[in-house]
C-alpha cells in the first residue's frame, strides 16, 4: 500500500471538503488519478481536482471522519487535523492572484501576465482621464502606478 500524500483540510461544510495537498502542486497526472479512484467510491457525488492550486474539492455523503478514514485507508491522502486551519487574508488573496496569473499567462501563451494586464488598464484609465482634461487628479495618479508597474516596483 502507498503511503498517503500529507494533506490540510481548508475549508469544510456539511458534505464538502477542500483538502491541500501541496506536495503534489502541478503535478496534472497524480491529480487525475486520484480524483479518478475518489469518483468511484461510494458516498462521493463529485470531485474537482486542480493540480494548479493543490486542491482537491469533494462533494461527499456521510460523516467527513469516516471519508478522511477512507482516504487514508486506500494510501491517498492523510489529514493530521479535521479542522480548517485559518489562512491570513493577505495569503488568500496572494494565492488566488497567482492563479490568476497563471491562468493569464496561459490564455495569452505567456504575453501577458497580471502585472502587465494592471500596467495596460491602468494606462488605459490615465487615458480616459486625460481625455476628460483631467490632467492634474487621476492622470497623474493612475500614471505614476502605472510606471511603478512597468519598472517593476511592488
Known sequence: ?????????VHRLPGRVRLKIDRRRGDRAWFDA??????????IRAVDANPLTASLLIHHEGPLERLLDELAGRGLVRVASPEP?????????????????????????GELDL????????LGLALVQAARGQFAGPAVS????????????R
Do not use: F, H
Not at 34 to 43: N, Q, R, S, T
Open 115 to 122: 502585472r502587465g494586464a494592471a500596467l495596460l488598464g491602468l
Open 85 to 109: 486551519r485559518e489562512i491570513p487574508l493577505p495569503r488568500r488573496l496572494a494565492e488566488r492572484a497567482a492563479v490568476l496569473d497563471a491562468g493569464l499567462r496561459s490564455a495569452t501563451a
Open 1 to 9: 500500500m502507498a503511503e498517503p500524500e500529507p494533506a490540510r483540510l
Open 34 to 43: 486520484v480524483a479518478l479512484e475518489l469518483a468511484l467510491l461510494d458516498g
Open 142 to 153: 493612475l500614471l505614476w502606478y502605472a510606471s511603478n508597474l512597468a519598472r517593476g516596483g
